[in-house]
């Protein structure tokens, strides 16, 4: 996904966020905002909305010092939603439809986000909403075939507490599963301690892409990482950013998300607030 | 009011709307982004945000052409208006404190404002929101006292179809009126045929403060309209951006407004929604 011009905006405001969570003073806050608005200036086209976050982040980064701004966010975040597993669980055993079910549990789970949003919905709430809503996008027919054929899934996680949900859907499918987070800080993303939090290791061999940016971007990615997304039979990617990076990475690619911003909505189709299983296009 | 960074990506989002309603095209969009862009990497300090909104509309305008966006608009925005205009003197003239009702009616008008929000709000609804709504900030004793001293008053309008509204309390005040609009079309801002088409040409003597800009921005004032100011014993300046030009310009000075973003909230110390009647500060 490009970036389009509505991102722009946007990406001064995820700037001065970022800068405000780190603590910056408001001389350091504007220093951010002078930086962030040359980045945008000097954008190359064809750039993806999660490479303008990841340098962003790198400019608060570089100013005010390596951080995690969201790391209490994140313990908080899996701490409410290992709350809601057993209930999670009993959903998926209840239901005619398990498979089902656990997909809508696994994008449920997205609409933790602290880059949208500095609220988090109630989770239950969104649970229960999820299961009632049709599928703006609906390959899970494909999706479900394809998951027949596969030995093994590669699982892109998203945010920290998230991965909760993950689990469910991880626990239903059965099959082996590598669960790759990111390697360092960005925005609430999930990092190999937030997944041990959600006890992922105990159902899937977690790795890192190597990066600390959102989505999946090849080009910062570890060669470790891009071996595992090469080799993979079948890859799910969680989320927004990982929609914006691997919309076009090919067939094997499977994106869950809830649709939460308008730019995304338009691209894929759907207005925000809904729920999208789609595979990816061809172009890589 | 200084320009808060807030303000930042609040500007980026003008130029976009600006740029789509003046029919831009992608690359020209993209153009005035960028050129947004540039203003704000060179914002000498102290600037207020009308300012930012003037020279935004002067590179939409250098490239597109003058035109008037808002001018459907606006239109409809009176027609709306003039609709409920008997409903509105009626509730002056039942209430037990017709000027009070005539200000909260002036105020509840300020709603109309296609700069911050694409949807105008159920006109009546707001006016029964704002007759039932505590004052945030409320410097009407001392309105009241320095109106009954005043020989005449400076109104400065602010939007098509709010000027209805003025029009309410500009007959309940029933002193000399002179009702400055704006010279050139900017957002939805009100200009002579808007306070015609509203027929304040009935009640007040309708002049423009010589500018192309939201606000009361000084520099830009012709001297006519400076001496207006200048003379004029009592100014009533309408909504956000008159209250970001003239916060302190001077105790003569009264803003009427509703808080519509939260940069303004915090300045005035009230959250967005709020309805405020305030004395400005000294400093001029």
Same sequence: chains 1, 2.
Avoid at 185 to 209: G, M, R, S, V
Avoid at 226 to 250: C, H, M, W
Wanted: glycine share 6%; net charge negative.
């Amino acid at each position: 996904l490009k970036t389009y011009l509505d991102c722009y905006p946007c990406a001064l405001n995820q700037a001065l966020r970022a800068a405000r969570l780190s603590k910056a003073d408001e001389n350091q806050q504007l220093f951010i905002l002078k930086q962030t608005l040359s980045l945008l200036q000097d954008l190359p086209s064809g750039t993806n909305p999660p490479e303008i976050g990841y340098r962003v982040h790198q400019i608060v980064r570089e100013l005010l010092g390596a951080s995690d701004p969201y790391f209490a966010a994140k313990k908080e975040s899996t701490r409410q939603a290992l709350g809601l597993y057993p209930r999670l669980k009993e959903l998926v055993e209840r239901s005619d439809d398990p498979f089902e079910a656990a997909i809508r549990i696994s994008i449920a789970g997205n609409i933790i986000d602290y880059a949208v949003k500095d609220e988090i919905d109630d989770l239950w709430q969104t649970v229960e909403r999820v299961f009632q809503q049709p599928f703006a996008v609906d390959d899970s027919p494909k999706f479900r075939a394809d998951l027949r054929r596969t030995g093994h899934i590669l699982y892109l996680a998203d945010n920290a507490g998230e991965t909760v949900f993950d689990r469910v859907l991880i626990e239903t499918i059965g099959l082996p599963v590598i669960y790759a987070v990111k390697e360092g800080p960005i925005l609430n993303d999930a990092l190999i301690e937030d997944a041990e939090d959600a006890h992922l290791d105990d159902c899937a061999t977690l790795i890192t892409n190597g990066t600390r940016a959102t989505g999946t971007i090849f080009d910062l990615c570890s060669p470790e990482f891009l071996r595992e997304f090469e080799q993979a039979p079948l890859v799910i990617a969680k989320g927004q950013a990982n929609y914006e990076t691997l919309s076009d990475a090919g067939e094997k690619v499977y994106c869950l998300l809830q649709v939460k911003c308008p730019v995304i909505g338009t691209d894929v189709g759907a207005p925000a607030g809904s729920i999208v299983i789609r595979q990816s296009a061809k172009g890589r």
